[in-house]
């Protein structure tokens, strides 16, 4: 089933056009990776997906946006609720100077939520979700800066989740992780997809290649070739995808 679906897509500065009249269809539940060399407007296209480009003035979006069949830009949309639905991690893990279970709770809190039974309840299933309960659960009140780099971006994901998205966009998330750390990231990503629908922007081609089902390839704000992973990766059908997938470029 289609979660999202982008119609014709551009993005705009003064100077340059960011992303070409993309249209591309991002399916329940699976991994979408969206891969491309640097610059070729990835992360511009996420943040799109539930407009957090609107803090950048410079950029100006057209076309549509559909999550479940309704556009994220049209006027009546909450964005606040929007970004409760699209949850967002980053690439460098970002906690709060808090400690880790106020890290978790922080969403809840800001949506409402005021029965600390419940609060705790979601807290340790989210940790848990995130792969981290097991790590943390004797010393939920320290510092998250305590953590590891990968536990903390781990904490980020839990963080993201704890206010249940249906949608968890992930930009580079393992870009600043050791390899141990980014293979757990991957196993965890493989686990959340029975649960979320995840679009992750990724330089790392043989990570887009193990974690996603689908994987879209960028060129100069252009949308080259979108596929099953394992169709792209094997047989993709064009030049430009073939020999970005060579290492030739980017
Ligand atoms: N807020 C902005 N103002 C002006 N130009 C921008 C802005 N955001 C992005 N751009 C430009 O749009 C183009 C695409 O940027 P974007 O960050 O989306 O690409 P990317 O593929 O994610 O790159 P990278 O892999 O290096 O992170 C770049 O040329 C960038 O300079």
Redesign the pocket.
């Given at each position: 089933m289609v979660k999202i679906s982008v119609k014709n897509l551009s993005?705009y500065?003064k100077?340059?056009q960011?992303?070409r009249k993309i249209n591309l269809d991002i399916y329940e539940k699976s991994v979408t990776a969206?891969i491309?060399?640097?610059?070729?407007?990835?992360?511009?296209?996420?943040?799109s997906l539930n407009r957090m480009?609107d803090f950048?003035?410079?950029?100006t979006l057209e076309g549509e946006v559909l999550l479940d069949n309704k556009n994220i830009y049209d006027k009546d949309v909450n964005v606040f609720e929007l970004r409760k639905k699209v949850g967002m991690v980053f690439?460098k893990p970002n906690p709060f100077p808090k400690s880790i279970f106020e890290n978790v709770a922080y969403g809840l809190k800001i949506h409402g939520i005021k029965d600390k039974k419940l609060i705790e309840e979601k807290v340790i299933w989210a940790l848990k979700e995130a792969n981290l309960y097991e790590e943390v659960k004797d010393k939920l009140n320290d510092s998250a800066f305590s953590l590891s780099g990968g536990q903390q971006q781990r904490l980020c994901i839990a963080r993201a989740i704890a206010v249940e998205p249906e949608v968890l966009l992930m930009?580079?998330p393992a870009s600043a992780l050791d390899p141990i750390s980014t293979l757990q990231l991957e196993r965890l990503i493989e686990k959340l997809k029975r649960d979320f629908t995840i679009v992750i922007?990724t330089?790392n081609i043989q990570q887009a290649g193990r974690v996603s089902d689908y994987t879209a390839f960028?060129y100069m704000?252009e949308l080259v070739e979108y596929d099953k992973t394992e169709r792209l990766f094997t047989t993709p059908k064009k030049k430009l995808t073939e020999d970005y997938l060579e290492g030739k470029f980017g």
């Amino acid at each position: 089933m289609v979660k999202i679906s982008v119609k014709n897509l551009s993005a705009y500065t003064k100077r340059q056009q960011i992303l070409r009249k993309i249209n591309l269809d991002i399916y329940e539940k699976s991994v979408t990776a969206i891969i491309g060399p640097s610059g070729c407007g990835k992360s511009t296209f996420l943040r799109s997906l539930n407009r957090m480009n609107d803090f950048f003035e410079d950029i100006t979006l057209e076309g549509e946006v559909l999550l479940d069949n309704k556009n994220i830009y049209d006027k009546d949309v909450n964005v606040f609720e929007l970004r409760k639905k699209v949850g967002m991690v980053f690439q460098k893990p970002n906690p709060f100077p808090k400690s880790i279970f106020e890290n978790v709770a922080y969403g809840l809190k800001i949506h409402g939520i005021k029965d600390k039974k419940l609060i705790e309840e979601k807290v340790i299933w989210a940790l848990k979700e995130a792969n981290l309960y097991e790590e943390v659960k004797d010393k939920l009140n320290d510092s998250a800066f305590s953590l590891s780099g990968g536990q903390q971006q781990r904490l980020c994901i839990a963080r993201a989740i704890a206010v249940e998205p249906e949608v968890l966009l992930m930009d580079e998330p393992a870009s600043a992780l050791d390899p141990i750390s980014t293979l757990q990231l991957e196993r965890l990503i493989e686990k959340l997809k029975r649960d979320f629908t995840i679009v992750i922007v990724t330089h790392n081609i043989q990570q887009a290649g193990r974690v996603s089902d689908y994987t879209a390839f960028f060129y100069m704000g252009e949308l080259v070739e979108y596929d099953k992973t394992e169709r792209l990766f094997t047989t993709p059908k064009k030049k430009l995808t073939e020999d970005y997938l060579e290492g030739k470029f980017g």
